[in-house]
């Protein structure tokens, strides 16, 4: 621990605020409060499964998505925020609510719809202030939210606020924050051809297919958060645990040990792992007691879930294939796609039967597919295909569009187009439209010469990766990780789409 915190001290290449949660972190994992078997304690150990550096002690939710509607109408009485009247208070209560929203970077995952918390404020003033207004919102974001795993969310209705942001995004060039377009029947093709052309630009926003996710909510509010996470407002997720099934696979002596025995023992110590993260958190920690988020009622701890994560599904089935002899590979066969299809079915069957005596009666964990860290090493984020074995695009997209209602909180894959395809945005909206009518949830994309690039989920500028590769201290922790993401997991060698 001495060495530890002397390193943090000593590091140049951090800033103090890195250097401060650093700190902090090393204080949390000091402690050992959970109670775990062996069989995880071992996992864990071997790097099978991952905590995601929750930290041995929870003390605040992973994931926590306010209902800021309810704030932009009836102030904060904690904060001593009362209603806004114009633009300019309207961004600057958000702002000063911000600050108060806590996540596992310490900085909020989520800042709400904020075309439509605006709309009513913007259309108070001449589009030119409002404008301005928008700018110096997004650039103070960017500026104190230093992590791009900060998330908002725009749509399906046109509006002209919605419209500034595009604009605004495009001008700026700011990796923060990460934004996610809700498509549905109301997105006009404006909306959604100025969305691509921004994305273009500056990796965002995504496209988020707004029926699925409300179906998979009940038709609750919900929201995009951090790298894709679907999560009901008003709530979010206590933690976010997952299993390298690569890694996992390489224990198993064949393909039905691994279906019979290997995954299912796997997902349920892993699901009691999950619950006791949430028992300490619940229970022990006085998050959910003391917080004015929930003593005013922004969140509900019934609102929240535990997010059960997973990597690796191409490697894992790769080795099974190979461990039966079987000829072919995750993305290009038909045998290993059906074979990665039915892990994910047992997965979401194990976790469907699970009950979590944390949660309200009909409240369940959600399958998760998660995005990878900048040390995985031979193992893809998720369901996708690996990189440098992407197939064509509309293949591409058939062959990943039965995996994605699996996974209400979140899947989805990048794809990287030429800088032609400036000159057409409307040919990306076709494939975008094709997708979501294949079943596919999620879609992201940036272009070819593109300073700011979706790395596995979160947004990094290439110049800040470069800073960094010469020594420099750079202002966002996730330049720190999309620099690993690059050098260990080939992020940003996408097969490129012309």
């Known amino acids: 621990m001495r060495e530890d915190v002397l390193n943090l001290i000593k590091n140049k290449h951090i800033t103090f605020e890195q250097r401060v949660l650093g700190l902090a972190r090393v204080a949390e994992n000091s402690i050992e409060v959970l109670e775990m078997t062996d069989y ?23 994931y926590i998505l306010p209902d800021y509607n309810k704030f932009i109408k009836e102030g904060c009485k904690f904060l001593n925020i009362t209603p806004p009247t114009d633009i300019w208070e309207a961004i600057n209560n958000l702002l000063m609510f911000y600050k108060h929203v806590p996540s596992i970077t310490t900085m909020p995952v989520y800042l709400g719809n904020i075309d439509y918390l605006l709309e009513e404020f913007v259309n108070k ?29 725009i749509g399906p209705r046109e509006t002209l606020s919605g419209m500034l942001i595009l604009k605004a995004m495009r001008e700026l060039e700011l990796p ?11 997105t006009t093709n404006k909306l959604a051809i100025e969305s691509i052309n921004t994305a273009l630009v500056t990796a965002k926003p995504s496209f988020a297919l707004d029926k699925m996710y409300r179906d998979d909510f009940d038709g609750n509010e919900y929201g995009i958060v951090s790298c894709y996470n679907g999560l009901e407002v008003g709530g979010g997720a206590h933690t976010l645990v997952r299993v390298r099934l690569g890694k996992l696979a ?23 792992y999950i619950d006791e993260r949430i028992r300490f958190l619940t229970e022990e920690s006085v998050f959910f007691k003391v917080n004015f988020l929930v003593e005013e009622e922004f969140i509900k701890k019934e609102k929240f879930t535990g997010l059960f994560g997973m990597v690796g599904l191409a490697e894992c089935v790769n080795h099974l294939m190979e461990l039966e002899k079987i000829e072919g590979r995750f993305g290009e066969s038909q045998i290993a796609n059906e074979l990665g299809m039915e892990i994910v079915k047992l997965l979401t069957k194990i976790i469907k039967n699970h009950r979590c005596k944390y949660f309200v009666e009909d409240r369940k964990h959600l399958l998760h597919s998660q995005v990878g860290i900048d040390t995985d090493e031979g193992e893809s984020p998720g369901c996708r295909i690996p990189i440098g074995e992407e197939p064509e695009i509309f293949d591409h997209i058939v062959q990943s569009s039965p995996f994605h209602k699996y996974f209400a909180s979140g899947i989805g894959d990048i794809y990287a187009f030429d800088e032609t395809y400036k000159k057409n945005p409307q040919a990306i909206l076709d494939i975008i439209k094709g997708s ?10 940036y272009g070819s010469d593109c300073d700011v690039v979706r790395v596995t989920g979160y947004l990094v500028k290439k110049s800040e990766m470069e800073k960094l590769d010469t020594g420099k201290v750079v202002l966002r922790d996730t330049t720190n990780l999309g620099k690993g993401a690059r050098d260990n997991g080939r992020a940003l060698e996408r097969k490129l789409r012309k």
């Open 250 to 272: 390489k224990t198993s002596k064949s393909k039905v040990n691994f279906l019979e025995e290997v995954l299912p023992e796997l997902a349920k110590e892993m699901l009691k």
């Open 40 to 62: 995880v304690r071992q996992y864990i150990e071997e790097g099978i499964i991952c905590d995601l550096f929750e930290g041995n002690a929870p003390y605040r939710p992973r």
């Open 436 to 445: 979501f009518n294949m079943g596919l949830r999620f879609f992201s994309m």
């Open 176 to 186: 923060t924050p990460n934004l996610s377009l809700k498509y549905s029947e109301e």
């Open 125 to 153: 003033e001449n589009e030119e202030e409002a404008y301005r207004a928008i700018k110096i919102f997004l650039k103070h974001i960017d500026t104190t939210i230093t992590d791009s795993f900060c998330h908002a969310n």
